[in-house]
């Protein structure tokens, strides 16, 4: 199957720094990714919709300004934590729908820890 | 609004008996409905899924799930559970075909020998 990758798996900064995420499509181009954020013993909350050369699609209560994303090709995506806070220390998971969007291929997500 | 609920926080069953998860949702339509299991430090891995058609689904490592319109509902299944599938399992749909994935709470799964 596809498969969709992310870098880095886990990363620790200090709180006030910006971090990014990059997640790839390996295999397959990927005009949409979706990125989701897991809590401790939570369940993957969407964040946003990211969009191939354009805008990225915000759920409400996320801070666009916080969590910049850039979909400037059809296979990465990037996610940047700007000013990163020791609450914005999750698990962030990518995600690529198949052509066709029969299925969407999960990312091994990342680890970030502000301290 | 559109949401998934998963009514059991956590579930332990004893290795060999079955298992039944169990899933809602609440859409205008019928949606798009899938099962991921989740295990830890595992990425997410698609059990089953259901578009239309035959209301009872096969999925990988033995799991069925059976939609049942009536009962707004996508239960999971397996007759015997085995260690190994303790895990997290998440019950997830999509409104339509070009829509994002929107995840239940997560059942929580321990197997005891």
């Known amino acids: 199957g596809a498969v969709v990758s992310q870098h880095p798996s886990r990363v620790i900064c200090k709180s006030g720094t910006s971090v990014k995420i990059e997640c790839r499509s390996l295999?397959?181009?990927?005009?949409?990714m979706f990125w989701y954020r897991q809590f401790p013993k939570q369940s993957l909350m969407l964040m946003a919709t990211s969009n191939e050369g354009s805008k990225a699609t915000y759920e409400q209560g996320v801070e666009k300004d916080k969590f910049l994303i850039n979909h400037a090709s059809l296979t990465l995506s990037t996610l940047t934590v700007t000013s990163a806070h020791p609450e914005d220390s999750s698990f962030y998971i990518c995600?690529?729908?198949?052509?066709?969007?029969?299925?969407?291929?999960f990312g091994p997500g990342t680890r970030l820890t502000v301290l | 609004a559109q949401s998934v609920t998963q009514p059991d926080i956590h579930i332990t069953v004893s290795e060999g008996a079955s298992l039944e998860l169990r899933c809602n949702y609440s859409?205008?339509?019928?949606?798009?409905l899938f099962w991921y299991v989740q295990s830890p430090g595992q990425g997410l891995q698609l059990l089953l899924k259901y578009f239309s058609g035959d209301t009872l689904v096969q999925g990988i490592k033995g799991f069925e799930a059976e939609f049942k319109r009536s009962q707004s509902s996508f239960n999971l299944r397996k007759p015997s559970v085995h260690w190994s599938d303790a895990a997290e399992y998440f019950c997830a749909a999509r409104r339509s075909s070009y829509d994002k994935v929107i995840f239940g709470p997560g059942t929580s799964l321990s197997v005891i020998p």
């Open positions: 995600s690529a729908p198949s052509g066709g969007w029969n299925e969407q291929f």
């Open positions: 859409y205008g339509a019928t949606p798009y």
């Open positions: 295999d397959f181009q990927a005009t949409t």
